[in-house]
């Protein structure tokens, strides 16, 4: 396993860390406590010493979980990443005990990295007049919390914002071969390796969606890249996602959601290769054909603009179309329709077609009509 220094973190930390939003389920959905905790033990076991959960992970089991595979001498051998779920605080006063439960669950006295999840404009505004910083600045001083950052998917003009209105340590952003100009994208890596602050990539295979159910066309690209010498020996497209993630200069670790031991041989394998960072222009190259390659399969082209927001029902409009888009481009592959199902507040069953949306869209989309069909293929 290759280890790097962060500027924030005393000890080294591993290229790779384990993230826990994709825990190994029961057939009734729940994460399989018994097998995630196997699971967790085997990463740390493996070298992996950076773990990574959040308040609403599998309903907050994911953080009861990791309380208990940190027991047993585990505790030591790793650092826990938990995150504040900036979107749940609608005063200054229910910060602290959404923080409490989550030491509760964890069972611990301290959180190593902490971070505000999931910075979006929606929160931007509370995050600066509920005193969070302050609050967080507060816990760091009485030696509840290390080191102090946010998760962000808004935009590349937020995300400079953000990174200039406070003195994080780390930051925690999207990135992958097909999202490289989407929200801080990789202007916004620069832009935090310029001012010095360690950057976490989390989705580095969107998902699952750049290893699994790969379209032929693609598969096709990966395979002439082999037949030509591009790569001295056989890659998975999982092999190529990464590889191009590890590789772009101001990444400082990259999280994985691996949710078999198959997955975390796999990945550990890899990332002790010496060459892991290591991507020639003609391997970039590669990737971008790729890239274009789904991209020439995406339906609908909303460019996540927000033009068409506040929508009165809350439908989360480009969210849906993104949904939308992967199920198509992706092959109907389980993930999509889970994290929609998961992770969607507002979702397409919410519209009332009223169309004050669409006369706002710059793209002429035909979002009431677009709402339907999500809803037939996702169920709501
Ligand atoms: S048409 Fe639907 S998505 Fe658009 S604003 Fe109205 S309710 Fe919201
Ligand atoms: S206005 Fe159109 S392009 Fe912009 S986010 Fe909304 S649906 Fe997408």
């Not at 990295?113 to 816990?139: A, C, S, T």
């Not at 078999?260 to 550990?268: A, C, H, P, T």
């Not at 389980?334 to 992770?343: A, D, K, V």
Request: overall charge negative; some cysteine.
């Amino acid at each position: 396993m290759k280890y790097v220094q962060f500027n924030a973190v005393e000890k080294e930390i591993s290229l790779l860390g384990l993230g826990v939003m994709r825990l190994p389920r029961l057939e009734n959905g729940k994460a399989d406590e018994k097998e995630s905790i196997n699971l967790i033990r085997y990463a740390i076991d493996r070298g992996i010493n950076y773990i990574d959960t959040g308040y609403t992970y599998h309903g907050g089991d994911s953080e009861r979980i990791i309380g208990k595979a940190l027991k047993d001498g585990y505790r030591e051998r790793a650092l826990i990443a938990d995150k504040l779920p900036i979107w749940l605080v609608e005063k200054k006063e229910d910060m602290q005990p959404i923080i409490e439960e989550q030491f509760k669950r964890l069972d611990v006295d301290f959180i190593d990295m902490y971070l505000i999840h999931n910075i979006v404009p929606e929160v931007w505004d509370n995050i600066r007049n509920f005193g969070v910083f302050e609050h967080l600045q507060k816990l760091k001083e009485e030696g509840r919390i290390g080191h102090i950052g946010f998760s962000f998917h808004g935009d590349y003009d937020l995300f400079t914002e953000v990174i200039d209105t406070y003195p994080w340590e780390y930051c925690q952003i999207q990135l992958n071969y097909l999202d490289k100009e989407i929200q801080a994208g990789l202007k916004g890596l620069e832009y935090a390796r310029e001012r010095g602050i360690d950057v976490i990539i989390m989705e580095p295979l969107k998902g699952g969606r750049l290893s699994d159910k790969i379209p032929p066309s693609v598969q096709a690209i990966w395979d002439r890249a082999k037949a030509a010498g591009i790569c001295a020996s056989e890659r998975t497209p999982a092999e190529w996602a990464f590889r191009w993630v590890a590789s772009q200069p101001g990444v400082s670790m990259i999280l994985s959601g691996m949710s078999s031991v198959r997955q975390l041989d796999e990945n550990i394998a890899l990332f002790s290769q010496d060459d892991i960072s290591l991507m020639s222009e003609t391997e970039y190259a590669i990737c971008d054909e790729a890239a274009d390659e789904y991209n020439s399969k995406i339906k609908y082209q909303c460019t996540s603009c927000g033009y068409c927001k506040p929508c009165p029902q809350e439908v989360e409009i480009s969210d849906v179309i993104s949904y939308l888009n992967d199920w198509y481009a992706f092959d109907r592959i389980p993930s999509t329709m889970l994290e929609y199902n998961e992770w969607l507040d507002g979702p397409a069953s919410g519209c009332i077609h009223c169309g004050a949306c669409e006369e706002k869209c710059p793209q002429r989309l035909p979002i009431s009509d677009i709402m339907t069909e999500a809803e037939e293929q996702f169920g709501k």
